[in-house]
């Protein structure tokens, strides 16, 4: 199988997760952030993740993909936990305020997908239309950090174990991970200790790289 992403992309990041927790070999192959045309062929739109089956078909969605792969490959499903409706709630509250963080910063990291400036241009100017110009967002870097860390704390107590959320696998991790993941490259927020825990423990399990190195 091979798995189409973009490595700052939070929904490729759920498709990610299920091969690493399940250890299961997938090729990974990231486009360009500009490159509309081979999506498009793949499934008639500019959409990550995307999922090439062995028979040569291929499925976007990445709940869809995660639950593919975990009801069949691997042996028996993993995400077999309980889901916490304050976890789901707290995932809300920090994606407003995520995106204004961390895109700014994605094409400061060094990934596969802005490797051209033709890439980092396309990426700047549809993001822009949505979150207004990048300089503006990271002058609000003080005030948005003061805004997640209040929501990380809310979030600690929730985090029952460093190997699962709710203590068991579940789809709590594959939805909540994804979004403290890529938090991981604002320099300057601090993860309460359970969060930083977590973050470590799922990041090696499933397979998915932390930005604390490359933060900016």
């Known amino acids: 199988m091979k798995l189409y992403i973009y490595e700052h992309c939070p929904f490729c990041v759920r498709a990610r997760m299920i091969f690493g927790l399940k250890n299961i070999p997938v090729e990974q192959q ?8 081979s999506p498009e062929s793949m499934i008639g739109e500019k959409m990550v993740p995307i999922l090439q089956k062995e028979d040569g078909s291929y499925m976007p969605e990445s709940l ?7 009801s069949n490959y ?3 499903a993993i995400l077999i936990g309980p889901k916490n409706p304050k976890i ?31 890439a980092i241009d396309n990426f700047v100017t549809n993001k822009s239309k949505k979150l207004g110009a990048f300089d ?9 950090i003061a805004k997640v860390s209040d929501l990380l704390n809310q979030l600690e107590p929730l985090v029952m174990s460093s190997n699962a959320c709710n203590g ?7 939805c909540l991970f994804p979004i403290l993941r890529n938090l991981t490259c604002v320099k300057g927020l601090k ?5 930083k825990d977590y973050l470590q423990s799922m990041s090696e399990k499933s397979k998915v790289d932390l930005f604390f190195d490359k933060a900016v």
């Open 30 to 37: 990231v486009f360009l952030s500009d490159d509309a045309k």
């Open 136 to 144: 503006d967002c990271l002058a609000q870097t003080d005030s948005l």
């Open 64 to 70: 869809d993909i995660v639950a593919y792969v975990d």
């Open 168 to 174: 068991t696998l579940s789809w709590d991790d594959i």
């Open 74 to 76: 691997g042996g028996s």
């Open 88 to 118: 789901a709630e707290l995932i809300r509250q920090l994606q407003q305020y995520d995106y204004k963080l961390e895109c700014p910063r994605y094409i400061k990291l060094g990934l596969a997908e802005f490797a051209t400036q033709a």
């Open 191 to 195: 993860f309460p200790a359970k969060i």
